[in-house]
């Protein structure tokens, strides 16, 4: 599951840095206030309420995922192109030999 948010992550990102109307639709400063906003109170939502949204959780994970996207995208959109794909990756590499290493 975190190896699949990760990687919807590193898209997003991706996107961003490759792409110019996602990057200008990530750096607009009303997108990243409602961004932080609503995952503030999407994250709230499932630290207090978590046996209420329990029937919820797996559409609620995947809102939640897309929200951080945005967010990572809007902060790594600000640095240089380069440097972000390779952080990217590298995280992106890292976290699945991990995982494939827990599973062992």
Do not use: D
């Not at 029937?55 to 939640?64: A, E, H």
């Not at 640095?79 to 992106?92: D, H, K, Q, R, S």
């Amino acid at each position: 599951m975190l190896s699949l948010q990760l990687a919807v992550v590193a898209v997003m990102v991706l996107l961003a840095a490759h792409s110019w109307p996602f990057k200008l639709f990530v750096l607009n400063s009303f997108t990243i206030i409602a961004t932080s906003i609503s995952l503030l109170v999407l994250s709230l939502a499932i630290s207090c309420f978590f046996e209420a949204i329990r029937p919820f959780q797996i559409p609620l994970f995947i809102v939640f995922t897309a929200l951080e996207g945005v967010l990572v995208s809007g902060i790594t959109a600000r640095y240089p192109n380069g440097i972000i794909t390779l952080a990217a990756l590298m995280t992106a590499v890292v976290v699945v030999a991990l995982t494939i290493y827990a599973c062992t």
